[in-house]
């Protein structure tokens, strides 16, 4: 634990670290104020030598301290907090970065590079004394009601993959803005990234969510959702695909990508404003599918809803949250927070616990 204990938040010195498949994005906190923030890109080439995701962390902690030094950083933090990974399901919150959050990422069963956010963060901060290694909402938060819990078989439950981090953060956000408590709202949060994740948030509760990530809800600008169960198994034994290359495809190479040869909605809905038809066509087909997933929490709730709100990195355009506020607003006021801001949450989850105001977690 951390023994120092400043007069002031802003004597706080907080760096977060979240790994993507292409790039680490780190911050530096000095309180709530951002001192540094930068997007470390990695090429294809420098990441094919290595065999397995994992292999990656020494490669990528490198270039962070590089990076740190370049701008003058000195490694005197008090917590070091990283992205969560694709683990085993927990109740959300601060987690303390032990050794079995370790192995579990370095054995993790799904393979994304955020799975290293923990490795990295841990390695960093046991290098500087009294520093908290910390982690907060992974994607695997799962705090689903028993009856969320079902599908029609029972060797394929569903699971609660989502973005934990975002999602609880600007909920949190919104309740402070009216002046409440995230724990006293009934909120419906959309995601709308490269996948999109639509949650009931009861109470300060996700007791409802899809899994965004491989298998469940609207499709989005690179993934699948939901597919017809029966054509997608004829698809399986067709002798076309792989099963390694049809996880690939749902997960990253379906939607918007696979219908039109992009994910770039920026330029995608410049092309339906100019008037490309099959453009346009498509985006109102996801966003469509995303108010009808978003109506349906609505019944988990039964009406109550005090809140809808969109955010993400598509909240940017508000081609697309018009359309979906158009169909739901009927059920509570919808509300627009553009941006994914998971460094933002990160940094505030280090600062709670370093404050005492959150109470980190063992992670067993």
Known sequence: MNSRTPNHDADFWILAINPGSTSTKIAVFRGETAILV???SHEASELSQFVETTDQHEFRKQLILEELSANHIPLRFHAVIGRGGLGKPISGGVYHINDTLCNDMRH???????NLGCLIAAEIAETI???LALTADPVVVDELIPEARFSGLPDTPRRSIWHALNQRAIARRYAREQGKR???LNLIVCHLGGGVSIAAHHQGQAIDVNNALDGEGPFSPERAGTLPIGDLIRLCFSGRYQEAELLRMVTGR?????????KDVKELVSRAEA??????????AMTYQIAKSAAAQAAVFKGKVDAILLTGGMAHAPYITSRIADRIDWIAPVHTYPGEGEMEALGQNALGVLTGELTAKCYE
Do not use: F, M, T, W
């Open 182 to 184: 995230y724990e006293e």
């Open 108 to 114: 993790a069963q799904r393979k994304h590079a955020c």
């Open 129 to 131: 004394p009294g520093c």
């Open 254 to 262: 379906a939607g918007l990508e696979a219908h039109i040869g992009s």
């Open 38 to 40: 930068k997007n470390i």
């Open 275 to 284: 008037g490309d038809e099959k453009v346009r066509l498509l985006i109102d």
